[in-house]
């Protein structure tokens, strides 16, 4: 059968891209990306830049990528900007193939059902599939961010405000403080 690429993410994600089409939309992402200065996490689900992404895979497509979702769009290295772009395809390909397994035709908009497959979205607390360490969470309004702090931001927690705003100067910068204030 044959696949209707749609969007822009999902027409990077379409397994059948030759390499030249593939190299052109890789460049065509790069310079979505940095067309204007965010956190990659922001401009990953901002539909004006990228349709079709949203919150759930661009935890996983950065999670894949080994990046942090608060690093900025125009500070990521050329060989970052790439490693993102593999990572956003191979995301968005894998979980088209298994959500149509699951479900025949049709892209379905409850990903939510997924989470247990998921690496590190609506994951909180659970171990990285990678590297065992619990994944952790951003909060803001009604959403959340998750990421691994080992694979992602070099061990660093980020602030979650609400943590921090409880915890003030004690706010934990590595998994090894969050682990001391937990058994204090
Ligand atoms: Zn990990």
Known sequence: MRRACVSAARAAACPRMSASLRKGHASIFAERLTSESHTVKRALTDPRLFSGIGNAYSDEILHRAKLSPVKLTRRLAPE???????????????????????????????????RDAMAVHG??????????SPVQRIRYADNE??????CQTD??????????R????????SLEELDEIKQR
């Not at 900007?81 to 995301?91: E, G, K, N, V, Y």
């Not at 909180?124 to 065992?132: E, I, L, T």
């Not at 927690?157 to 609400?162: E, F, K, P, T, Y």
């Open 80 to 114: 970052e900007t790439q490693r993102l772009f593999d990572a956003t395809r191979a995301i968005l390909i894998e979980w088209t193939d298994r959500l149509r397994e699951e479900t025949g035709d049709g892209f379905p908009e409850k990903v939510t059902a997924f």
């Open 166 to 173: 409880l915890l003030k100067e004690d706010w934990p910068r």
């Open 145 to 150: 961010t998750n990421y691994c702090p080992t």
């Open 123 to 132: 994951r909180y607390g659970k171990p990285c599939p990678v590297c065992g």
């Open 155 to 164: 061990g660093k927690l980020l602030a979650d405000r609400a943590l921090s």
